[in-house]
Structure formats: structure tokens, C-alpha cells
């Protein structure tokens, strides 16, 4: 196979908003209790957070991560979890069906969040609760002092306010499953309202409306177009979630679902815009993606989880290799969004459909998607390049005229450096990728990364970790050319300085 690009620094989309590499941290399985933090263990640091986790998400540069739901949020009383630990209380957490002992909470989780150098994405909760409480949540969080919750915080030992930024006005609030699920109506209504009363408090934070949790649900679209009749004007965010999986063991079409997330994200633009025309308004709402990954293979073991114990290891997808690359392409495909797509979370980061395993009181392990998030993360800051791409294509059970190429560029000017990712969904075939970079004269390859396996199904374990990258990829600069032989089925990362 055969394909070919153009790169040129002066086609660009956009400066990306790091927030797109974000990730999620729900009061959910393991990800909290037995994941970030796990008193007792040998690696705990004095506040009980075990500092090989922490140490994994630095190497991730996570720049922004959701808390505390997810599902979790819709029945969340956010006082429980502030004040002396051991007066908390512990609840019936309706969700997950799980005990909620509610050791963590918003000031511990905005402390560990600031030790690894991470933003919290704050979610309030409008199934059981309201505008009432999301104002509290606001002012103990950001008002510096001088009122009652503000006055509360500084008298739990938090002094300093925490500065939350970016703020979710609920979650899923489409689905039935939903704690307090609402209709578009009801949710635009009391969406509105809590936004209103959450900028007056602090003028400053950025707000998200809540969109459809996947693109099958029946009211996918509509429930954009209505919900934002109401919340236009007070939010600057609207939320995507999409998780795939390969139910049908149809790799030709599961590595396409990409080109599904792609769909979803011009549709959204597009209601997002048609409610502008339709307000005469010259505000632009962008997109947060902040629920996306693979989450299939642990549901059927999930369903044997007694319920109502603390901190079960539910959702604990295993990942293969053939999931990292999918991952990738939706890494790719954000990015080839960067213009609308202003943040998004991986969901989530430890233990729950994540790229970090941990083992209690024992190890913590690399899963093979944690890779492709890391080299996104790390190499795709800058400004997002819109390369011309030609490829060969193919068509799959599921989906016509797939191109075998997935690809796209990032320029640091800064560092003068380009970094291309680069996806062959071939399952046989290498692909000779022939790449003019005419406006890069100079530019020679640094490092070509490429994560491959002969086993598409290969996972990592805590004992062995087969799904690495290596960087013996064979990318070489020459005249304004970059000449790549792309192995079947692999990543590619090819850094150009
Ligand atoms: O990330 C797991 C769950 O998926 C979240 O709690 C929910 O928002 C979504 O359905």
C-alpha cells in the first residue's frame, strides 16, 4: 500500500488547547480508593496518595482531569465529602450500587490534583440536587473568604481558594439510567438557571452544557438543539461522550469507529452553529469531548459484582493492542478538531476503563492504550496542521470507503519541531507513507516511535508488558521528502526537528 501527504506550515487549524489531553476521575470502582489514593500502601505519601499513580500521570502531562462524575455526580452531596474525615458520612451510592465512604473530597482532590500538576474539571450535580447547591459549591471553591461556605473551606484548612476554572453543569442528564435523568426542557431550564447563578458567584469560570451521552440515543440531536436554546448564552462548552468496543470481533470496522467519532463532532458543530444563526449571536460554543475511549470488555464480569461494598473493581477493562490503536485514531481525530474540540477526557485514568492498572497494596502497570495517549500528550501540543492526505481505502462490514491512512500533524514553533501521528489500519499490508514537507527544508527525523504487535488481541499485564513502543521505526528526511514505511497495523509517532 501506498499513500501521500502534504504538509505546510502555513495550512493550519488551530493553536490546541492542551485540555484535550485531559482525562476522568470518578468516586467509581477502584479509580479513587485503591487508585489515587490507598493509605497503608507502601508507595502512600503522608496523605495517603500513592505516589507511583502520581508519578504515571505526571509522565502523562494530564493537563485537566474530571471529577467527581460521571453517574456518581447525579446523586452527589458535595458536603459530605469536606470537613474532618472521620465525621463524614458513608452513603448508598446509587449509581455504581456501591458504599460511598467518602474519605476524598473536593479539597482533597483539588490538593492531589495541583501535586500532579493537573486542572480539576468540576461537575455539580443537577439530578438530585440544584442551582442551590452548585452556588455553595462555587463560593466554597473560589470565593477567597469573608462569606459562610467560603469562611467553611478556609475553616477546614484549605486557606487559599481553589480557583476552579472549568465547571459542568451536570452529567448525561439524556439518560434514562441517570440519577434525576430529566427531558431536554427540564434540563435546559434548570441548566440555565444553575449557570446564572454559578457566573455570579465567580464571573470567571467556564461552563459546560450537557450533551447526548452517545450518538444512538433517541434524542441525539435534538437534544442539543434544545437544551442549548436555553443554555446559549451562559455556557462556552458543550459535552460529547463515546466509548466503542468490538462487540462483533470485526477488526476492519472497529479501527474505523473513528471516522464515527468524526461524524459525531460535525453534527454537534453544526446544531452548536445553527443555534447561533438562530440567536443572531456572535458567540461560538466550542466542544468538550469529556467522556471518549473503549469500554466493552469488562461489562459482562461487572454483572457479577455484589453490590453495595466499597470501592469494587468495576469497569476494569483489560486493553489490547488492537484497542490502543483505535485509540489513536481518536486521538488523531481530535486533533483534526482542534479548532472546536477545546477539551476532552480520556475516561477515565486509573483502574476504571483506564490506562493505569494498580494492584492493592501492590504494583501499578502500564496498559497498552496508556501509550498513544502519552505520545499525544506529550508531542501534540502546538498548532494543529491540516495535511493533505491521499490513501488507499477499503470498506468493512460497518463502514465504506475507510482510508488505511490515519494521520495528522502538529507544529511547535517554538522548538521548531513537527511531530506526525500516524495510524495504517492495514491488517496485512505495510503502507509506504511519502510525505512533501516543502515548507520544513531542513527538518530531519529525531525519532521515529512505533507501537506494533503480530497479535492484535496482545494485552499488558502487572508481570509483562508486551505492548510497548519501540523506536526503530525507518522514517528518514530527505529533499523536502519524508519517506515512512508504516508496519500493518501499527502507531506511529515521527518527530521532525
Ligand atoms: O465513565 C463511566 C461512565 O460512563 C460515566 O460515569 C458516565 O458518565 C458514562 O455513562
Same mark, same amino acid.
Given at each position: 500500500l501506498k499513500a501521500k501527504m502534504i504538509l505546510d506550515k502555513d495550512f493550519t487549524i488551530s493553536a490546541i488547547d492542551p485540555r484535550i489531553y485531559g482525562s476522568f476521575i470518578e468516586h467509581l470502582g477502584r479509580a479513587v480508593y485503591g487508585g489515587i489514593y490507598e493509605p497503608g500502601h507502601p508507595l502512600a505519601d503522608e496523605k495517603g496518595y500513592r505516589?507511583?499513580?502520581?508519578?504515571?500521570?505526571?509522565?502523562?502531562?494530564?493537563?485537566?482531569?474530571?471529577?467527581?462524575?460521571?453517574?456518581?455526580?447525579?446523586?452527589?452531596?458535595?458536603?459530605?465529602?469536606?470537613?474532618?474525615?472521620?465525621?463524614?458520612?458513608?452513603?448508598?451510592?446509587?449509581?455504581?450500587?456501591?458504599?460511598?465512604?467518602?474519605?476524598?473530597?473536593?479539597?482533597?482532590?483539588?490538593?492531589?490534583?495541583?501535586?500532579?500538576?493537573?486542572?480539576?474539571?468540576?461537575?455539580?450535580?443537577?439530578?438530585?440536587?440544584?442551582?442551590?447547591?452548585?452556588?455553595?459549591l462555587v463560593e466554597y471553591c473560589n470565593h477567597p473568604g469573608g462569606t459562610y461556605w467560603s469562611d467553611l473551606r478556609v475553616s477546614h484548612g484549605y486557606k487559599e481558594p481553589h480557583k476552579i476554572k472549568t465547571w459542568c453543569l451536570g452529567n448525561e442528564m439524556d439518560g434514562p439510567w441517570q440519577i434525576g435523568h430529566k427531558t431536554a426542557e427540564e434540563y435546559g431550564r434548570i441548566a440555565e438557571e444553575t449557570a446564572k447563578v454559578m457566573k455570579w458567584v465567580d464571573p470567571s469560570i467556564e461552563l459546560v452544557s450537557c450533551g447526548s451521552s452517545n450518538t444512538s440515543m433517541p434524542t441525539f440531536p435534538?437534544?442539543?438543539?434544545? *437544551? +442549548?436554546?436555553?443554555?446559549? $448564552?451562559? =455556557?462556552?462548552?458543550?459535552? @460529547?461522550?463515546?466509548?466503542?468496543?468490538?462487540?462483533?470481533?470485526?477488526?476492519?470496522?472497529?479501527?474505523?469507529?473513528?471516522l464515527?467519532?468524526?461524524?459525531?463532532?460535525?453534527?454537534?458543530?453544526?446544531?452548536?452553529?445553527?443555534?447561533?444563526?438562530?440567536?443572531?449571536?456572535?458567540?461560538?460554543?466550542?466542544?468538550?469531548?469529556?467522556?471518549?475511549?473503549?469500554?466493552?470488555?469488562?461489562?459482562?464480569?461487572?454483572?457479577?459484582?455484589?453490590?453495595?461494598?466499597?470501592?469494587?473493581?468495576?469497569?476494569?477493562?483489560?486493553?489490547?493492542?488492537?484497542?490502543?490503536?483505535?485509540?489513536?485514531?481518536?486521538?488523531? *481525530? +481530535?486533533?483534526?478538531?482542534? $479548532?472546536? =474540540?477545546?477539551?476532552?477526557? @480520556?475516561?477515565?485514568?486509573?483502574?476504571?476503563?483506564?490506562?493505569?492498572?494498580?494492584?492493592?497494596?501492590?504494583?501499578?502497570?502500564?496498559?497498552?492504550?496508556?501509550?498513544?495517549?502519552?505520545?499525544?500528550?506529550?508531542?501534540?501540543?502546538?498548532?494543529?496542521?491540516?495535511?493533505?492526505?491521499?490513501?488507499?481505502?477499503?470498506?468493512?462490514?460497518?463502514?465504506?470507503?475507510?482510508?488505511?491512512?490515519?494521520?495528522?500533524?502538529?507544529?511547535?514553533?517554538?522548538?521548531?519541531?513537527?511531530?506526525?501521528?500516524?495510524?495504517?489500519?492495514?491488517?496485512?499490508?505495510?503502507l509506504q507513507l511519502e510525505t512533501d514537507i516543502r515548507s520544513f527544508a531542513g527538518y530531519r527525523v529525531i525519532e521515529h516511535l512505533v507501537l506494533e504487535n503480530d497479535n492484535l488481541k496482545a494485552v499488558n499485564t502487572i508481570e509483562h508488558e508486551a505492548v510497548k513502543p519501540h523506536s526503530n521505526g525507518n522514517a528518514h528526511a530527505e529533499d523536502g521528502t519524508l519517506l515512512a514505511n508504516l508496519s500493518k497495523a501499527s502507531w506511529n509517532v515521527i518527530r521532525l526537528k
Amino acid at each position: 500500500l501506498k499513500a501521500k501527504m502534504i504538509l505546510d506550515k502555513d495550512f493550519t487549524i488551530s493553536a490546541i488547547d492542551p485540555r484535550i489531553y485531559g482525562s476522568f476521575i470518578e468516586h467509581l470502582g477502584r479509580a479513587v480508593y485503591g487508585g489515587i489514593y490507598e493509605p497503608g500502601h507502601p508507595l502512600a505519601d503522608e496523605k495517603g496518595y500513592r505516589k507511583d499513580v502520581a508519578d504515571l500521570i505526571r509522565q502523562l502531562n494530564v493537563p485537566i482531569i474530571r471529577y467527581p462524575g460521571g453517574n456518581f455526580v447525579s446523586g452527589y452531596n458535595w458536603e459530605d465529602g469536606v470537613g474532618p474525615i472521620a465525621e463524614r458520612p458513608r452513603r448508598l451510592e446509587l449509581a455504581w450500587k456501591t458504599v460511598e465512604p467518602n474519605h476524598v473530597g473536593t479539597n482533597e482532590f483539588a490538593e492531589w490534583a495541583k501535586s500532579v500538576n493537573t486542572e480539576v474539571m468540576m461537575a455539580v450535580n443537577l439530578g438530585t440536587r440544584g442551582m442551590d447547591d452548585a452556588r455553595n459549591l462555587v463560593e466554597y471553591c473560589n470565593h477567597p473568604g469573608g462569606t459562610y461556605w467560603s469562611d467553611l473551606r478556609v475553616s477546614h484548612g484549605y486557606k487559599e481558594p481553589h480557583k476552579i476554572k472549568t465547571w459542568c453543569l451536570g452529567n448525561e442528564m439524556d439518560g434514562p439510567w441517570q440519577i434525576g435523568h430529566k427531558t431536554a426542557e427540564e434540563y435546559g431550564r434548570i441548566a440555565e438557571e444553575t449557570a446564572k447563578v454559578m457566573k455570579w458567584v465567580d464571573p470567571s469560570i467556564e461552563l459546560v452544557s450537557c450533551g447526548s451521552s452517545n450518538t444512538s440515543m433517541p434524542t441525539f440531536p435534538q437534544w442539543e438543539a434544545t *437544551t +442549548l436554546e436555553y443554555t446559549y $448564552d451562559h =455556557v462556552d462548552f458543550v459535552s @460529547l461522550h463515546r466509548y466503542y468496543g468490538n462487540y462483533n470481533n470485526d477488526t476492519q470496522s472497529y479501527l474505523a469507529y473513528s471516522l464515527d467519532m468524526d461524524h459525531f463532532i460535525r453534527t454537534v458543530i453544526s446544531v452548536c452553529d445553527y443555534i447561533k444563526a438562530k440567536k443572531r449571536s456572535k458567540k461560538t460554543i466550542n466542544l468538550s469531548f469529556d467522556e471518549w475511549n473503549v469500554w466493552f470488555h469488562s461489562k459482562e464480569a461487572d454483572k457479577k459484582i455484589d453490590p453495595w461494598t466499597i470501592a469494587p473493581p468495576q469497569l476494569e477493562d483489560i486493553y489490547n493492542f488492537e484497542d490502543a490503536l483505535l485509540v489513536g485514531c481518536m486521538l488523531i *481525530t +481530535l486533533l483534526k478538531h482542534a $479548532d472546536r =474540540v477545546r477539551m476532552a477526557c @480520556l475516561a477515565q485514568l486509573v483502574n476504571v476503563i483506564a490506562p493505569i492498572m494498580t494492584e492493592n497494596g501492590g504494583r501499578s502497570w502500564k496498559q497498552t492504550i496508556f501509550y498513544p495517549y502519552l505520545h499525544a500528550s506529550v508531542y501534540g501540543r502546538g498548532i494543529a496542521l491540516h495535511p493533505v492526505v491521499h490513501s488507499p481505502k477499503y470498506d468493512s462490514k460497518e463502514f465504506t470507503d475507510v482510508p488505511y491512512l490515519e494521520t495528522t500533524a502538529v507544529y511547535r514553533p517554538e522548538d521548531e519541531e513537527v511531530t506526525i501521528f500516524a495510524v495504517n489500519r492495514s491488517l496485512d499490508s505495510s503502507l509506504q507513507l511519502e510525505t512533501d514537507i516543502r515548507s520544513f527544508a531542513g527538518y530531519r527525523v529525531i525519532e521515529h516511535l512505533v507501537l506494533e504487535n503480530d497479535n492484535l488481541k496482545a494485552v499488558n499485564t502487572i508481570e509483562h508488558e508486551a505492548v510497548k513502543p519501540h523506536s526503530n521505526g525507518n522514517a528518514h528526511a530527505e529533499d523536502g521528502t519524508l519517506l515512512a514505511n508504516l508496519s500493518k497495523a501499527s502507531w506511529n509517532v515521527i518527530r521532525l526537528k
